[in-house]
């Protein structure tokens, strides 16, 4: 198999990049609701990716977190990306654990500063774009200019001519609408999914190769340590494998797979072995090298990424 042939169709890797304050958490939570992830008489807490004390008490996305959410067969991943130009190297880590960006930009604001900086990584990386007008029910909306606005940033940051055949959808957050045209009805937010499984590529990868798994992100648990969060690009994983860890500085640290996550909405369950060429989560090195653990998914800005390799057993 061709490391080019797509290996999960059924798959689906976005991450949303924005500017602060254009509602980006607050349609990551519409998506969670009208996906099925609550339950109808579930009470949910209002921005409920911004888990974090500080996020909440200042209304901005700081660390960047990772959910799932069901569209008929098709699982979607989403990254939600801080978007305050500070935290931009939290934004950059998440790039490499997708294969499409929905940019999201104020109906009245335009595209700002932070926008054009993780808009230029993302066109760099050759993802595929989706472009989201969100708050299209502000009196000071001004949706045409704004998405020339947008045009005029993809031209100045030399994105190549498929990225510029960008899908434009114009949301409300709030109410969870959206559609294809700045006047057009919304009851919604059906047409931004299926927006999602349509442009954006599924997946690729070669499971007959080697394990090849990039942490992208680094989380703690009191019961098993470190968690790395990260992308399977090629090969597969279970619980009991061998594996080594390639650090930065070329040293391999040798362990063993001891649990296995995947993201189904804002929790983690327990998997024997993830999808190929997706993303999961397990844990990581912990007290002695004998008894380091493994965990693939997500970083914080003080750790470095690292790639994940196989070991053949013994």
């Given at each position: 198999?061709?490391?080019?042939?797509?290996?999960?169709?059924?798959?689906?890797?976005?991450?949303i990049i924005?500017?602060?304050d254009?509602?980006?958490?607050?349609?990551?939570d519409?998506?969670?609701h009208?996906?099925?992830?609550?339950?109808?008489n579930?009470?949910?807490?209002?921005?409920?990716?911004?888990?974090?004390?500080?996020?909440?008490?200042?209304?901005?996305?700081?660390l960047?977190k990772?959910?799932a959410?069901?569209?008929?067969?098709v699982?979607?991943?989403i990254v939600?990306?801080p978007?305050?130009?500070?935290?931009?190297g939290?934004?950059?880590?998440?790039?490499?654990?997708?294969?499409?960006?929905?940019?999201?930009?104020d109906?009245?604001?335009?595209?700002?500063?932070?926008?054009?900086?993780?808009?230029?990584?993302?066109?760099?990386?050759?993802l595929?774009?989706?472009?989201?007008?969100?708050?299209?029910?502000?009196?000071?909306a001004?949706?045409g200019?704004?998405?020339?606005?947008?045009?005029?940033?993809?031209?100045?940051l030399?994105?190549?001519?498929?990225?510029?055949?960008f899908?434009?959808?114009?949301?409300?957050?709030?109410?969870?609408?959206?559609?294809?045209?700045a006047?057009?009805?919304?009851?919604?937010?059906?047409?931004?999914?299926d927006?999602?499984v349509?442009?954006?590529?599924?997946?690729?990868?070669n499971?007959?190769?080697?394990?090849?798994l990039?942490v992208?992100?680094?989380?703690?648990?009191?019961?098993?340590g470190?968690?790395?969060?990260?992308r399977?690009?090629?090969?597969?994983?279970?619980?009991?494998?061998?594996?080594?860890?390639?650090?930065?500085?070329?040293?391999?640290?040798?362990?063993?797979?001891?649990?296995?996550?995947?993201f189904?909405?804002?929790?983690?369950?327990?998997?024997?072995?993830?999808?190929?060429?997706?993303s999961?989560?397990?844990?990581a090195?912990?007290?002695?090298?004998?008894?380091r653990?493994l965990?693939?998914?997500?970083?914080?800005?003080?750790?470095?990424r690292s790639?994940?390799?196989?070991?053949?057993?013994?």
């Amino acid at each position: 198999m061709s490391s080019q042939e797509v290996a999960n169709p059924l798959r689906r890797n976005v991450a949303i990049i924005a500017h602060v304050d254009h509602g980006k958490t607050t349609l990551v939570d519409a998506l969670l609701h009208q996906s099925g992830t609550f339950r109808a008489n579930e009470r949910v807490a209002e921005r409920a990716m911004d888990s974090n004390e500080l996020e909440r008490e200042r209304g901005i996305t700081i660390l960047a977190k990772n959910t799932a959410v069901h569209y008929h067969d098709v699982l979607i991943n989403i990254v939600d990306t801080p978007g305050h130009a500070d935290f931009g190297g939290e934004v950059e880590r998440t790039l490499s654990m997708v294969d499409g960006v929905m940019l999201l930009v104020d109906a009245s604001e335009g595209p700002l500063p932070q926008t054009r900086f993780v808009l230029r990584k993302a066109l760099e990386r050759r993802l595929t774009p989706i472009v989201v007008i969100n708050k299209i029910d502000r009196p000071d909306a001004r949706a045409g200019e704004v998405l020339n606005e947008i045009y005029d940033l993809f031209i100045d940051l030399d994105a190549v001519e498929d990225q510029l055949d960008f899908p434009v959808l114009y949301t409300n957050a709030r109410t969870g609408t959206a559609s294809l045209t700045a006047d057009g009805e919304a009851t919604d937010l059906r047409p931004l999914f299926d927006a999602v499984v349509k442009h954006v590529p599924p997946p690729r990868g070669n499971p007959g190769a080697p394990l090849q798994l990039l942490v992208a992100n680094l989380d703690s648990s009191d019961y098993l340590g470190r968690i790395a969060i990260g992308r399977i690009f090629n090969g597969r994983v279970k619980i009991g494998d061998a594996v080594a860890v390639v650090k930065l500085d070329t040293a391999v640290q040798h362990t063993k797979v001891t649990k296995l996550y995947a993201f189904d909405g804002l929790k983690r369950v327990d998997i024997q072995k993830p999808r190929r060429a997706t993303s999961c989560a397990s844990p990581a090195s912990r007290t002695s090298p004998s008894a380091r653990r493994l965990r693939t998914w997500s970083t914080r800005s003080r750790f470095r990424r690292s790639r994940l390799t196989s070991r053949p057993s013994r």
